[in-house]
């Protein structure tokens, strides 16, 4: 009897270690790769619209969920443009016209600088696990990589997208695929990792593609040149003050 309960419990263990992750587990995982205290990029942004093609490089320092602060630096005629983010609010300072403005309410769903991102997408909280319920709802491979299919739903009203459905790599934990839908379950943008590295131990995108599918255009192709985690971020850079420097 001893043998046979003992076996039962062997069994059910092997079980449990076998089962794979919970939907809300992976999306941690995720959010483990993106977000950190503090970090440094510098990253390029090439904008592949209808007519003509355009290349924009920009530095960026991002401080927890709250706080970022982006620097154009080319080209020439977008170079010294500055967006300011603490908590819930967003400023940008044009240098052609020497003026700080706000962006709120619809002026959020506007593109940044013509690009297939909106401001919504730049004022999104970066951890995904505090504004979604994931379901995992099964597998495929992209590109060669076995992947975990999560279904996003909202946890509130008044997110930029209420519904998101995510192709996770089952070994990096990286979203490699993502299909971004309104609360209709009308499709908005997608989302694709064409590239990644290893930063330390985490493993980040190094060049990824947004579409919007509601614009013409080839989508926008965003590339990290170079990314520095866990840096010291003088406080300064995160004032309105440090707009017009």
């Known amino acids: 009897m001893k043998k046979l309960i ?27 790769n993106y ?4 970090h440094r990029a510098t ?3 090439v904008i ?19 706080k ?16 300011l983010k603490l908590g819930d609010e967003l400023w940008i300072y044009s240098p052609s016209t020497d003026r700080i403005i706000k962006i709120a309410g619809h002026m959020l769903k506007r593109s940044v600088m013509g690009s297939d991102l909106s ?8 951890v995904l696990s505090n504004i979604y319920n994931a379901q995992l709802t099964g597998d495929e491979n992209i590109d060669g990589r076995d992947c975990y299919i999560l279904e996003l739903l909202a946890k509130k009203e008044g997110v930029a997208y209420y519904r998101r459905k995510m192709w996770v790599d089952m070994e990096r934990y990286l979203p490699l695929k993502e299909e ?16 990644v590295f290893k930063v330390g131990k985490r493993w980040y995108p190094k060049r990824m593609v947004f579409k919007d599918v509601l614009k013409s255009g080839e989508g926008t192709e965003f590339i990290i040149d170079s990314i520095e985690f866990d840096v010291e971020i003088p406080e300064y850079i995160f004032s309105k003050a440090s707009l017009r420097k």
């Open 48 to 66: 592949k619209g209808r007519r003509a093609t355009r290349t924009l490089q920009a530095e960026s320092w991002i401080q927890g969920v709250d």
């Open 180 to 195: 971004l839908f309104a609360k209709g379950g009308k499709l908005l943008k997608r989302f694709v990792i064409k590239e």
């Open 6 to 32: 003992l076996l039962i419990l062997l069994i059910s263990c092997a079980v449990v270690y076998g089962q794979e992750p919970s939907g809300r587990a992976i999306l941690e995982r995720v959010d483990e």
């Open 35 to 38: 977000t950190a205290e503090n």
């Open 43 to 45: 990253s390029t942004m």
């Open 68 to 83: 970022a602060f982006t620097e154009y630096l080319s080209p020439a005629r977008e170079k010294g443009t500055k967006m």
């Open 119 to 126: 401001y919504e997408d730049y004022m999104e909280d970066p």
